[in-house]
């Protein structure tokens, strides 16, 4: 089981990026997902999360900017940004709890996907 994260690059302030990232491997049953970063210095936060119902929460500063939404046929979620600010700028990471016969974790992490907003 493995999460691949696609998306990141270099946006202009007042931009907007969208963030993939897709589930694979031998799956039962992908449970929340979610999107962290992690910005230089800084710990690893959570940017916002979904549940497989669709129920998303976020944290305050991406309220009202992004949004997140998952496509549960294809086990991806997605991150839309938009209205990025240069404190935006982060390592951006996809979690989500998988449920697998054949591993016995169920808290997986992607590769990361580098978001730099430039003022």
């Known amino acids: 089981v493995q999460l691949q994260a696609s998306g990141g690059g270099v946006v202009q302030a007042g931009g907007y990026l969208r963030l993939s990232c897709v589930a694979s491997g031998s799956i039962d049953r992908v449970n929340i997902m979610g999107w962290y970063r992690q910005g230089p210095g800084d710990q690893r936060e959570l940017v916002a999360a979904i549940s497989d119902a669709g129920s998303t929460t976020y944290a305050g500063s991406a309220e009202g900017r992004f949004t997140i939404s998952r496509d549960n046929a294809k086990n991806t979620v997605y991150l839309q940004m938009n209205s990025l600010k240069p404190e935006d700028t982060a390592v951006y990471y996809c979690?989500?709890?998988?449920?697998?016969?054949?591993?016995?974790?169920?808290?997986?992490w992607g590769q990361g996907t580098q978001v730099t907003v430039s003022s």
């Open positions: 979690n989500a709890d998988i449920q697998s016969r054949v591993v016995f974790r169920r808290d997986f």
